[in-house]
């Protein structure tokens, strides 16, 4: 990949105001695109377009993935701020607490559902019309290692995660040949604000993690950013349809 592959291109990036997203709206920026910054979070987002570059080369646009109106305004921004769109990555998710199935609250399974997986379709079916009249693009979704292994107590996460990898390789099928690649990135635990106050309360939390992980850490927001943009660059020009785990081996047992 060289510094200018992404150079008068346009990516989009939900959940980017934090975490994963932050780091791949900056890897974007740093290569060159120009980078709408989706989220819910006015104030950490506009940090986001401030840390990418301001406002020649970034926009936040306030909106809730899961509402598809939102979802279509997302796109329509990109279109009449910066004229097309190359690159989405689908990346807001949530997780909720840890609960059985029997007593999981139906409210807490829809919503989980309604965002991590309504919101990467929702997504998909504003981006795609636009990235067939830029000439094609990528897409990259969010999944987790939880999208092919399960976790007790997790349901609805596990389940939505798997979703956006089965929704990640219909879309591939349907749109590969005309020249958009679609991809899930399956990160394993991630070293996110959320992660580092589950650290700040339980001292046993990241060396457990660390064991879990056979590379004897956890991961960075840059290494997903940079698998990310990867997937959309043109050296993965023959990568579409895969989960890609960026795990550190978490998924090996
Ligand atoms: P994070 O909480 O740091 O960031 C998520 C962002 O998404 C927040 O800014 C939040 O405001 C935004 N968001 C939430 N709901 C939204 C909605 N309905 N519409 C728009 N924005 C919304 O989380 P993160 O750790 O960076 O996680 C990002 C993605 O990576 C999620 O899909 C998560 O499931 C996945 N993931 C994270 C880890 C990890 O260890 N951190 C591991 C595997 C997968």
């Known amino acids: 990949m060289t510094s200018s592959e992404f150079e008068g291109k346009v990516a989009l990036v939900t959940g980017a105001a934090s975490g994963i997203g932050r780091a791949s709206a900056l ?8 980078v709408v910054v989706v989220d819910l979070d006015q104030e950490q987002g506009n940090r986001t377009v ?6 020649d080369a970034a926009c936040f646009v306030r909106a809730d993935v ?3 109106q939102d979802a279509e305004r997302m796109v329509e921004t990109a279109l009449s701020k910066f004229g ?3 690159a989405a990555h689908n ?10 199935i029997a007593d999981l609250p139906r409210e807490d399974w829809d919503k989980v559902i309604s ?46 995660k798997h979703g956006v990898v089965g929704l990640t390789k219909a ?3 349907e749109y590969s040949a005309q020249g958009i690649r679609v991809n899930a990135l399956c990160p394993g635990v991630i070293r996110t604000p959320m992660v580092e106050e ?17 590379i004897g850490r956890l991961g960075t927001t840059e290494e997903m950013g940079a698998v990310t943009l990867w997937l959309c660059s043109s050296a993965a020009s023959f990568v579409t349809g895969q989960a890609i785990h960026a795990d550190g081996g978490y998924t090996t047992h």
């Open 115 to 160: 965002v991590n997986l309504s919101g990467v379709f929702a997504g998909m079916r504003a981006q795609i019309p636009a990235m067939l009249e830029s000439g094609g693009g990528a897409i990259v979704n969010t999944a987790s290692a939880l999208g092919t292994v399960a976790l007790p107590n997790q349901a609805a996460y596990v389940a939505s």
């Open 50 to 55: 401030e840390l990418a570059g301001g406002e």
């Open 171 to 173: 879309a591939a099928m």
């Open 66 to 68: 899961s509402d598809q």
């Open 27 to 34: 890897a974007f920026a740093a290569a060159g695109a120009k």
């Open 198 to 214: 589950m650290a700040a309360h339980d001292a046993g939390f990241i060396p457990l993690m660390n064991q879990m992980h056979p």
């Open 84 to 86: 097309r769109l190359d």
């Open 91 to 100: 990346n807001a998710g949530i997780e909720i607490a840890g609960k059985a």
